[in-house]
């Protein structure tokens, strides 16, 4: 028997073209998104507008289902993180951040990582394959359901949790597509955010079909700092990097800008110099700057800056004419950086065999014990 299919995972133009194929009007996929999205039922037999036997043909054929909440856990400063299961038990990690009238939403888009950055927690754990787009369109469902306790809803989202998302591009394109849906989340194109490690060519592919807001994850003003935090710069150098987002941000049109990530480590990348040259190589790019104090694990290897190199850091940005922003540590009692409650988490699951066996087999590198 076919495996019934997540409409979760369905754009408009993909649920379009299901109606479409059982013989239907495309307008029902716009019906059947209002129902789910906007009333909140996935029983097909509540949506009354949709003729019967389509109603019993969904039944037979598709479900919607959302990722498992293993654990929840709230921090004093209100930020929540959920370690969720997925698909054929793997967990992942989102997380909610509460800020004057904002609800940001981290989500996943890949179970680990493959990029193996040197100062990230996610790669460490290795790579156990990519989130659905219903894995990803359920994070949202998900953190909306307990927001709707106190009639709030997310409302900026950024795929900053674990994994890469242009690596996982279709199913983040069709994500990212129910976010910005009037039918369904209805958020602007300016709250739905992608970070990349730096993908050339799949931010080029990017700029072709979509408009979501980009964050790049720098951390180095030049190749050869760049190529041991972030190896992936070895394969795509910083020039066509830079040529990359020139190209994404003049195609967003000029109210726009691109976002550029720093997070910055001790004595590694946060002196003066790494500063000035950061300036220089970002003077032709429309874009602000986010710096991140580098966030420490155990046998990380690295370690949070001085303050004062923080904010010299920052106050070189803004003196030569960006906006810099320190990005505040939050969550920290519940250990809500990137990976690190999986990381925990992980280390139990290993014990299960079943789990150690798919991880020696389907991680492309030698999977880090802490
Ligand atoms: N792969 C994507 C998205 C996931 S990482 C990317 O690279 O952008 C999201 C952001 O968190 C990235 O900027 C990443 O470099 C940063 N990050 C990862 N580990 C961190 C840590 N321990 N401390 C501070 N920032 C970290």
Same mark, same amino acid.
């Given at each position: 028997?076919?495996?019934?299919?997540?409409?979760?995972?369905?754009?408009?133009?993909?649920?379009?073209?299901?109606?479409?194929?059982?013989?239907?009007?495309?307008?029902?996929?716009?019906?059947?998104?209002?129902?789910?999205?906007?009333?909140?039922?996935?029983?097909?037999?509540?949506?009354?507008?949709?003729?019967?036997?389509?109603? &019993?043909?969904?039944?037979?054929?598709?479900?919607?289902?959302?990722?498992?909440?293993?654990?929840?856990?709230?921090?004093?400063?209100?930020?929540?993180?959920?370690?969720?299961?997925?698909?054929?038990?793997?967990?992942?990690?989102? #997380?909610?951040?509460?800020?004057?009238?904002?609800?940001?939403?981290?989500?996943?888009?890949?179970?680990?990582?493959?990029?193996?950055?040197?100062?990230?927690?996610?790669?460490?754990?290795?790579?156990?394959?990519?989130?659905?787009?219903?894995?990803?369109?359920?994070?949202?469902?998900?953190?909306?359901?307990?927001?709707?306790?106190? &009639?709030?809803? %997310?409302?900026?989202?950024?795929?900053?949790?674990? @994994? &890469?998302?242009?690596?996982?591009?279709?199913?983040?394109?069709?994500?990212?597509? %129910?976010?910005?849906?009037?039918?369904?989340?209805?958020?602007?194109?300016?709250?739905?955010?992608?970070?990349?490690?730096?993908?050339?060519?799949?931010?080029?592919? /990017?700029?072709?079909?979509?408009?979501?807001?980009?964050?790049?994850?720098?951390?180095?003003?030049?190749?050869?700092?760049?190529?041991?935090?972030?190896?992936?710069?070895?394969?795509?150098?910083? &020039?066509?990097?830079?040529?990359?987002?020139?190209?994404? %941000?003049?195609?967003? @049109?000029?109210?726009?800008? /691109?976002?550029?990530?720093?997070?910055?480590?001790?004595?590694?990348?946060?002196?003066?110099?790494?500063?000035?040259?950061?300036? %220089?190589?970002?003077?032709?790019?429309?874009?602000?700057?986010?710096?991140?104090?580098?966030?420490?694990?155990?046998?990380? @290897?690295?370690?949070?800056?001085?303050?004062?190199?923080?904010?010299?850091?920052?106050?070189?940005?803004?003196?030569?004419?960006?906006?810099?922003?320190?990005?505040?540590?939050?969550?920290?009692?519940?250990?809500?950086?990137?990976?690190?409650?999986?990381?925990? #988490?992980?280390?139990?699951?290993?014990?299960?065999?079943?789990?150690?066996?798919?991880?020696?087999?389907?991680?492309?590198?030698?999977?880090?014990?802490?």
């Amino acid at each position: 028997m076919a495996s019934l299919q997540n409409l979760y995972g369905f754009d408009r133009a993909q649920l379009e073209q299901l109606f479409v194929e059982q013989g239907l009007q495309a307008f029902r996929g716009r019906q059947l998104m209002k129902w789910v999205y906007h009333q909140g039922k996935t029983n097909f037999a509540d949506m009354t507008d949709l003729p019967l036997a389509m109603r &019993e043909w969904l039944g037979a054929n598709c479900h919607f289902s959302l990722p498992e909440i293993e654990r929840q856990l709230t921090s004093k400063d209100g930020t929540v993180k959920w370690l969720l299961r997925v698909g054929n038990g793997d967990l992942i990690e989102m #997380v909610l951040i509460p800020e004057k009238g904002r609800n940001t939403l981290c989500v996943s888009s890949q179970i680990g990582c493959v990029l193996d950055c040197s100062f990230c927690s996610t790669g460490k754990q290795g790579f156990n394959g990519n989130l659905t787009s219903a894995d990803i369109v359920g994070q949202v469902v998900l953190a909306n359901q307990m927001l709707a306790t106190r &009639e709030e809803s %997310v409302t900026n989202v950024v795929l900053m949790g674990m @994994g &890469e998302p242009l690596l996982n591009f279709d199913a983040v394109i069709a994500a990212t597509n %129910v976010m910005k849906d009037d039918h369904a989340f209805g958020l602007s194109k300016r709250r739905v955010t992608i970070s990349t490690a730096g993908v050339v060519p799949a931010i080029d592919k /990017l700029r072709e079909i979509t408009d979501v807001a980009l964050a790049i994850s720098l951390h180095a003003p030049n190749d050869e700092l760049r190529n041991e935090l972030v190896p992936i710069n070895r394969k795509y150098p910083i &020039e066509d990097l830079m040529r990359a987002c020139k190209a994404y %941000v003049d195609a967003l @049109g000029p109210a726009r800008k /691109l976002v550029i990530e720093y997070t910055l480590m001790r004595g590694v990348n946060d002196q003066p110099e790494h500063a000035k040259a950061l300036a %220089v190589l970002l003077r032709p790019l429309r874009c602000k700057v986010n710096l991140i104090p580098f966030n420490p694990f155990p046998g990380s @290897g690295y370690e949070r800056p001085h303050r004062k190199d923080i904010e010299h850091f920052q106050t070189v940005m803004i003196r030569s004419g960006f906006t810099a922003m320190l990005r505040t540590t939050r969550g920290e009692d519940i250990d809500a950086a990137c990976g690190q409650l999986v990381g925990q #988490v992980q280390d139990r699951t290993r014990r299960q065999s079943r789990y150690k066996a798919r991880l020696e087999v389907a991680t492309p590198q030698p999977v880090v014990v802490q």
